[in-house]
């Protein structure tokens, strides 16, 4: 070792530890004895260590009694415990100091060894583990990429890359990765190309689980008024900050069940959400319940109705049981409804919009300081997860697991990073958002995009006879030729939907079960 590892360890029976100090020398360890807590205690003060190896009985302070004051002058110092005795009280005081390890007495030179590699190299060699199992993996991937891949074949590689996106988070091996995910991507727009229209008319080999019928196939058999479902629909949530909070909500639940579903096109709230809640596509939407459909060019919100399309469908399916549905906006409506939560469970049905996330992604756009914070996906999934960890919406989550209930988690659709912008043209009444754009007279570049000239085959209204969608596939996102390199240099590696991706399109959809 270079920079050599300073070690203090404390034991009255210092000259029975002289093989062990030996052994740690000759491995480049550099090792100070003292044998009493009070000597380690003014030690730790005064020099600076790596780590500290404590015996648990000496003469005058017990190791617990230094753990505690060496935790108050290097809240953040390793602290190894050593103990002949195996008593629990002992061990649970010590696990709660936050100690690095507690060994028991003999110990030999090589469980020494072991403790200190876990506590100062573990970051070093779990991340070259786990760069070595990438680069195997790169390669199987690769070829199954290559396959001509069904709809449920992509949503496992798609499941393998973000797994891998968040072990090698910041590792060496990071931008290769990143490379492969664009690559996927790519070939996910051409599958999308081929098959989305015969998806939507049954016409497929393989016909996924969409929007417009999420809700029919994953809620609607648990809606039996036996017992209370809650289903909590977190808006724009990709899979990967879904994994972020399953991470946070292990210690309450257990994944039951972990499906991956396919968002309609244009991948965004007004569309996806409005055709989850009414089990119809927005077409369907617009025709049937024409006073529940808001066009583009409307100023009032797009998701207005959301809670009669909801009934409707309950409707229809014969679910005529009790239901709730609450819209959460923002903190001060989340804590409200944590506090009317033991009421819920007297209803067949809890539906709770939380749209968080929505107002996260649209604040990195637009506010300098959140665009700090979230200025890649590692970034974004650790404000998820903070905002989680604090959140209502997890004390709403556990608490409808407390209730007994049946506890479900999905969101409309997800977003990506956008990097490559594209120029398109369009008159006044062109919608504005950066990843479709749906309109007349449209001038675009045909390869950046899925066409959608006639809307009736993507079920998608349409307002005249000339109405046009395009949907910008990869992380391409468009900007008009005025000002052009001004938006381009703004929206930049911004989170936005609307278009085509694995991280727009491919969403979670949960079932929890409550750890009693």
């Given at each position: 070792?270079?920079?050599?590892?300073?070690?203090?360890?404390?034991?009255?029976?210092?000259?029975?530890?002289?093989?062990?100090v030996i052994?740690?020398?000759?491995?480049?360890?550099?090792?100070?004895?003292?044998?009493?807590?009070?000597?380690?205690?003014?030690?730790?003060?005064?020099?600076?260590?790596?780590?500290?190896?404590?015996?648990?009985?000496?003469p005058?302070?017990?190791?617990?009694?230094?753990?505690?004051n060496?935790?108050?002058?290097?809240?953040?110092?390793?602290?190894v415990?050593?103990?002949?005795?195996?008593?629990?009280?002992?061990?649970?005081?010590?696990?709660?100091?936050?100690i690095?390890?507690?060994?028991?007495?003999p110990?030999?030179?090589?469980q020494?060894?072991?403790?200190?590699?876990?506590?100062?190299?573990?970051?070093?060699?779990?991340?070259?583990?786990?760069?070595?199992?990438?680069?195997?993996?790169?390669?199987?991937?690769g070829?199954?990429?290559?396959?001509?891949?069904?709809?449920?074949?992509?949503?496992?590689?798609?499941r393998?890359?973000?797994?891998?996106?968040?072990?090698?988070?910041?590792?060496?091996?990071e931008?290769?990765?990143?490379?492969?995910?664009q690559?996927?991507?790519?070939?996910w727009?051409?599958?999308v190309?081929?098959?989305?229209?015969?998806?939507?008319?049954?016409?497929?080999s393989?016909?996924?689980?969409m929007?417009?019928?999420?809700?029919?196939?994953?809620?609607?058999?648990?809606?039996?008024?036996?017992?209370?479902?809650?289903?909590?629909?977190?808006?724009?949530?990709?899979y990967d900050q879904w994994?972020?909070?399953?991470?946070?909500?292990?210690?309450?639940?257990?994944?039951e069940?972990?499906?991956?579903?396919?968002?309609?096109?244009?991948?965004?709230t007004?569309?996806?959400?409005?055709?989850?809640?009414?089990?119809?596509?927005?077409?369907?939407?617009?025709?049937?319940?024409?006073?529940?459909?808001?066009?583009?060019?409307?100023?009032?919100?797009k998701?207005?109705?959301?809670?009669?399309?909801?009934?409707?469908?309950?409707?229809?399916?014969?679910?005529?049981?009790?239901?709730?549905?609450?819209?959460?906006?923002?903190?001060?409506?989340g804590?409200?409804?944590?506090?009317?939560?033991?009421?819920?469970?007297q209803?067949?049905l809890?539906?709770?919009?939380?749209?968080?996330?929505?107002?996260l992604?649209?604040?990195?756009?637009?506010m300098?300081?959140?665009?700090?914070?979230?200025?890649?996906?590692?970034a974004?999934?650790?404000?998820?997860?903070?905002?989680?960890?604090?959140?209502?919406?997890?004390?709403?989550?556990?608490?409808?697991?407390?209730?007994?209930?049946?506890?479900?988690?999905t969101?409309?659709?997800?977003?990506i990073?956008?990097?490559?912008?594209?120029?398109?043209?369009?008159?006044?009444?062109?919608?504005?958002?950066?990843?479709?754009?749906?309109?007349?007279?449209?001038?675009?570049?045909?390869?950046?995009?899925?066409?959608?000239?006639?809307?009736?085959?993507?079920?998608?209204?349409?307002?005249?006879?000339?109405?046009?969608?395009?949907?910008?596939?990869e992380?391409?996102?468009?900007?008009?030729?005025?000002?052009?390199?001004?938006?381009?240099?703004?929206?930049?590696n911004?989170?936005?939907?609307?278009?085509?991706?694995?991280?727009?399109?491919?969403?979670?959809?949960?079932r929890?079960?409550?750890?009693?």
């Open positions: 070792m270079s920079d050599k590892v300073r070690i203090l360890w404390a034991d009255d029976e210092a000259d029975l530890l002289k093989p062990h052994f740690l020398q000759n491995k480049g360890y550099e090792v100070e004895m003292v044998t009493s807590g009070d000597e380690a205690i003014h030690k730790v003060k005064s020099g600076n260590y790596d780590v500290v190896f404590l015996d648990e009985h000496m005058g302070l017990s190791g617990l009694e230094a753990l505690e060496i935790k108050t002058v290097r809240p953040h110092l390793p602290v415990m050593i103990t002949k005795s195996e008593e629990e009280n002992i061990m649970e005081d010590a696990i709660g100091s936050r690095a390890d507690y060994l028991i007495k110990v030999n030179p090589h020494i060894l072991l403790s200190l590699k876990k506590i100062l190299e573990a970051p070093r060699i779990i991340s070259d583990k786990t760069t070595s199992a990438y680069r195997r993996e790169f390669g199987q991937i070829m199954t990429l290559s396959d001509k891949l069904s709809f449920r074949e992509w949503c496992e590689v798609y393998r890359l973000v797994y891998w996106e968040m072990e090698l988070d910041g590792g060496e091996m931008e290769i990765l990143l490379l492969q995910k690559d996927a991507n790519r070939l727009c051409r599958f190309e081929r098959h989305y229209r015969d998806w939507l008319t049954g016409r497929a393989e016909v996924p689980t929007s417009h019928t999420a809700f029919r196939r994953f809620v609607a058999p648990l809606v039996d008024g036996q017992r209370p479902v809650f289903l909590f629909v977190v808006d724009n949530l990709r994994k972020v909070m399953e991470a946070l909500l292990a210690p309450h639940f257990r994944t069940e972990e499906q991956l579903y396919c968002s309609i096109l244009p991948t965004a007004q569309y996806a959400r409005n055709a989850f809640f009414a089990g119809l596509m927005p077409s369907e939407i617009q025709k049937r319940y024409p006073s529940y459909w808001v066009n583009e060019d409307e100023e009032r919100g998701n207005l109705f959301e809670e009669q399309l909801l009934q409707e469908q309950l409707r229809r399916l014969g679910k005529n049981f009790r239901t709730a549905y609450f819209k959460i906006l923002n903190l001060a409506a804590h409200k409804l944590v506090e009317q939560f033991a009421n819920l469970s209803n067949a809890n539906v709770v919009v939380y749209n968080f996330v929505d107002m992604s649209h604040a990195r756009t637009d300098e300081v959140i665009r700090e914070l979230a200025s890649d996906e590692s974004y999934r650790s404000i998820t997860r903070s905002w989680f960890e604090h959140s209502p919406l997890m004390e709403m989550i556990v608490k409808a697991g407390e209730s007994g209930g049946v506890v479900l988690l969101t409309d659709h997800g977003t990073r956008v990097k490559e912008p594209t120029r398109v043209l369009g008159d006044r009444e062109t919608s504005t958002n950066l990843r479709y754009k749906q309109g007349r007279n449209l001038k675009y570049d045909p390869r950046d995009v899925v066409e959608c000239t006639d809307p009736a085959a993507f079920y998608l209204p349409r307002y005249d006879l000339t109405t046009k969608y395009i949907f910008i596939k992380n391409k996102f468009f900007a008009y030729p005025n000002n052009f390199n001004y938006y381009a240099n703004f929206y930049r911004t989170f936005q939907h609307g278009g085509v991706s694995l991280e727009e399109m491919l969403i979670p959809f949960v929890l079960t409550f750890k009693k």
